[in-house]
């Protein structure tokens, strides 16, 4: 995927209990990091958070996002993450509010907003999470002007070469792609054609 031109590896961690769904562990995330120097890009949809946000930055994570109704302190989540050397950043559902940021946006590296309800993959994307995405470019933005620093802006859930440049319009600066890639034979060509997309905007 790196060699397809991929800039990160996005790292879907789901635990049966906060999604209904299972997928993989830090024991994967050690197993790759071997493979590439790109960053692995976390994302935890798993409760409680802090024990697997401490073993994935021990595996190798550089950045760890989860969904902050599944963390018991958020601040305290956000620390150790970190404190362990990694990115840190928070998720949002469709039904989750972004009022989690108000207090937090000093420890934020990252702001991920689901256009899917997490769980599966494959699934549509949908059209009123660019109002959220909106939103959060206008919170990252007031922010970053009267303090500094940078925070990502990343969009998961079917994202795909006729979305993407939507999705970069609305404010994001980080894609999610799974199924638009991975569904097809040829990763390259899939990328270059969302880079060709987003190379319409600038
Ligand atoms: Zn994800």
């Not at 994202?159 to 980080?174: F, L, Q, S, W, Y």
């Amino acid at each position: 995927m790196i060699a397809a031109g991929a800039d990160i590896i996005h790292f879907d961690v789901m635990d049966n209990h906060y999604v209904p769904n299972l997928t993989i562990g830090p024991m994967v995330c050690e197993a790759i990091r071997p493979h590439s120097n790109a960053p692995i890009d976390v994302h935890l949809m798993v409760k409680p958070v802090d024990s697997l946000a401490a073993a994935f930055a021990k595996a190798g994570a550089d950045i760890i996002t989860f969904h902050p109704e599944a963390s018991e302190h958020i601040d305290r989540t956000l620390g150790l993450i970190k404190d362990a050397g990694c990115k840190a950043g928070l998720v949002f559902n469709p039904a989750t509010s972004l009022s989690y940021l108000d207090h937090v946006m000093d420890k934020i590296d990252m702001v991920l907003i689901m256009s899917v309800n997490p769980g599966f993959g494959g699934q549509k994307f949908i059209p009123h999470a660019l109002d959220k995405v909106r939103e959060a470019r206008r919170r990252i933005d007031e922010y970053t002007a009267r303090h500094g620093g940078e925070i990502w802006l990343e969009v998961d859930g079917g994202i795909k070469t006729d979305n993407i440049r939507a999705v970069a319009e609305a404010g994001a600066d980080t894609f999610v792609a799974g199924s638009a890639i991975y569904g097809q034979a040829d990763y390259k060509t899939v990328i270059d054609a969302m880079r060709a997309e987003l190379a319409q905007l600038r």
